[in-house]
T-cell receptor, first 107, second 112 residues
């Protein structure tokens, strides 16, 4: 079983749609969780941290379920500029990245 | 605040040649990571330093890859000899303990 698994994608959605990404992790002792965004041919950049109580940043909502070892990211009212690859990241002793899920938002 | 600096941005070498990448982390960040990202995949950790000590190098192909972080600041990653499958983007990142990592722009290596 891979340490961090994400939906394979790509997700093709129209502008204004709501889209959800799922991620599971194998190490129950993992301590911190993040979503990163990576644009084509660019470096990954932190989108948001994920807290046990869930957290929201504008159109983005992240949730963590430690019992199920599951993390999610919800994007509401998708914009063209949201097109990117979304990487699920889990920290135990180091930062482990998922393979990423590509999102394509079309007009 | 200056970000993570990496050089070179691009490198093309022939197989069996050697290559070195350099990284200067954000000032004050004790943790430094080197990741390898092959097209279409997520970043894969090669090595993690805490100051100048190695925390994790379990996925570093030690027969050909080496890395050092002298004085606990900047770091170099070397490949010798390179193989075709080493073609990838090499990303350096840094963080403070337990927090999110910040990435440099990466070095795009092509081995021909």
């Amino acid at each position: 079983r891979k340490e961090v698994e994400q939906d394979p994608g790509p997700f093709n959605v129209p502008e204004g749609a709501t889209v959800a990404f799922n991620c599971t992790y194998s190490n129950s002792a993992s301590q911190s969780f993040f979503w990163y965004r990576q644009d084509c041919r660019k470096e990954p950049k932190l989108l948001m941290s994920v807290y046990s109580s869930g957290n929201e940043d504008g159109r983005f909502t992240a949730q963590l379920n430690r019992a199920s070892q599951y993390i999610s990211l919800l994007i509401r009212d998708s914009k063209l500029s949201d097109s990117a690859t979304y990487l699920c990241v889990v920290r135990y002793s180091t930062l482990t990245f998922g393979k990423g899920t590509m999102l394509l938002v079309s007009p | 605040e200056a970000g993570v600096a990496q050089s070179p941005r691009y490198k093309i070498i022939e197989k069996r040649q050697s290559v070195a990448f350099w990284c200067n982390p954000i000032s004050g960040h004790a943790t430094l990571y080197w990741y390898q990202q092959i097209l279409g995949q997520g970043p894969k950790l090669l090595i993690q330093f805490q100051n100048n000590g190695v925390v994790d190098d379990s996925q570093l192909p030690k027969d050909r890859f080496s890395a050092e972080r002298l004085k606990g600041v900047d770091s170099t990653l070397k490949i010798q000899p390179a193989k075709l499958e080493d073609s990838a983007v090499y990303l350096c990142a840094s963080s403070t303990a337990g927090n999110e990592a910040f990435f440099g722009q990466g070095t795009r290596l092509t081995v021909v």
